[in-house]
């Protein structure tokens, strides 16, 4: 611990900004990781729930349903439903769903983009702090007695170094959160579009008449 504390104040003033950074970029991971989770876990519930009713072809409680849901899956099959009365095209059903799927995805990627941001931003202020501590640690050498410059110029660029190497550190788990976002989103878009083709292969099948067993 001595040593991480160490590390920090040796770091020079470019230190805070990089942990301010690295601690907004985990706040904004951690608070998707939890809205996605929470939200492919009651899209799934939504789906297993209202799938019987669908295959009952009773729409009036599918609808009610899947506007008390509160899911992105709820929302989607909710237009689709209301659009059905007007419409038994499969194409126009398919258009309702396909839009409500484009007002979804927006919301489940919100914020994502500012992590990957975020470990950008993180890493260049290292670069910048090693960058000022290189200036300060020459222009200090230029000033010092030519037996202390070695040494001297040796300290001053393991200290500036630490700024790119916290940078580095925020950066990682930073990208590695982006991408691990962008995976579950992905994940969740996709199981929306899978659930939606059941949707519309249920709704769309016809039933056998009598004539069709005779």
């Known amino acids: 611990m001595e040593s ?4 920090f104040q040796e770091g020079g003033a470019f230190m805070y900004p990089i942990a ?11 608070e998707r990781l939890l809205y996605l989770t929470k939200e492919k876990s009651s899209n799934r519930k939504a789906f297993e729930e209202i799938l019987p009713m669908l295959e009952k072809r009773d729409m009036r409680a599918a609808l009610n349903y ?5 899911t992105k899956l709820g929302d989607i099959f909710s237009v689709a439903i209301a ?3 007007g419409s038994q ?3 126009e059903i398919e258009y309702a769903m396909e839009e409500g799927l484009m007002e979804a995805v927006p ?3 919100k914020r994502t983009q500012y992590v990957s941001t975020l470990a950008n931003i993180a890493t260049l202020l290292g670069l910048l702090g090693t960058i000022m501590g290189l200036i300060a640690a020459f222009t200090a050498v230029a000033n010092a007695a030519p037996a202390e410059k070695a040494t001297l110029l040796s300290q001053s660029i393991s200290v500036a170094m630490n700024t790119t190497a916290f940078g580095l550190m925020a950066a990682i788990p930073l990208l590695l959160l ?9 994940e969740i878009v996709d199981s929306i579009e ?6 519309l292969n249920i709704i769309t099948e016809r039933k056998p008449s009598s004539t069709d067993n005779k």
Not at 194 to 199: E, H
């Open 178 to 186: 982006h991408t691990y976002l962008q995976t579950k989103t992905n």
């Open 194 to 199: 899978m659930a939606g083709v059941k949707f």
């Open 4 to 7: 991480i504390v160490r590390f």
């Open 20 to 30: 301010i950074v690295m601690a907004i970029g985990l706040a904004i991971a951690i």
């Open 89 to 91: 095209r499969r194409e």
């Open 66 to 70: 899947a506007n008390e849901s509160g």
């Open 107 to 109: 919301q489940l990627e």
């Open 83 to 85: 659009r059905i009365p």
